[in-house]
């Protein structure tokens, strides 16, 4: 659709040039108004180029952005959790932001966050996953106790937060809701660059 509008506007350019040097001809016009006038109309045209060009530029940068940056999403398998990096570039500093859960056979929601920690590598290359180690801090005694169960009992909804950043400092955060072991809703949001 762009491209046909501009070839339009370019025939539609050529075509005033070229009634300008008719007309000018016709009438008798000296040759500087005519001049001044095609160069004036190229000056335009000039402009106009230049406008959709730095468009283009911007365009392009947005494409390239796209191509090189991670996504992470959490994927359950054989009663495990995994962090995949789905995207085309290595994510950075990762972290579990947010993790809550809710049971309805239960009937009630329970804010995890004191009771699990949870390891993530630093880095995850692209195409690559790593296990999501869960730890529930256990009040009975001094050690953790695996438990990615969690994610896979019936009735449970989480809701999990994943913080990154790629190879420029970008952060970006991927929001999962999980209910009975099944991804629901995927939200991934990029956020002011880290200083």
Not at 34 to 46: M, P, Q, S
Not at 53 to 72: F, G, V
Not at 74 to 89: P, S, T
Not at 168 to 191: A, D
Request: glycine fraction near 6%; proline fraction near 2%; charged fraction near 20%.
């Amino acid at each position: 659709m762009r491209i046909l509008r501009s070839y339009w506007l370019e025939c539609t350019i050529v075509l005033i040039l070229l009634i300008l040097v008719v007309f000018a001809n016709v009438l008798g016009l000296d040759s500087g108004s005519v001049n001044n006038a095609i160069l004036a109309l190229t000056a335009t045209v000039v402009l106009w180029y230049a406008h959709e060009t730095k468009r283009m530029k911007i365009e392009i940068a947005k494409q390239n952005l796209l191509q090189t940056r991670p996504i992470l999403t959490v994927e359950l398998r054989n009663r495990k959790a995994f962090v995949k990096n789905q995207g085309k570039g290595p994510a950075l500093n990762s972290c579990i932001k947010k993790f809550s859960a809710r049971s309805a056979l239960r009937g009630g929601a329970e804010s995890i966050e004191e009771t699990y920690s949870f390891n993530l590598p630093i880095f995850i290359a692209l195409d690559s996953e790593q296990e999501l180690v869960m730890l529930r801090k256990n009040a009975n005694s001094s050690g953790t106790v695996s438990e990615p169960d969690i994610f896979f009992e019936i009735g449970n909804t989480i809701h999990i937060t994943i913080q990154y950043e790629d190879i420029e400092g970008t952060l970006y955060e991927t929001g999962m809701e999980i209910r009975s072991g099944i991804s629901q809703k995927i939200s991934i949001v990029k956020r002011a660059a880290v200083d």
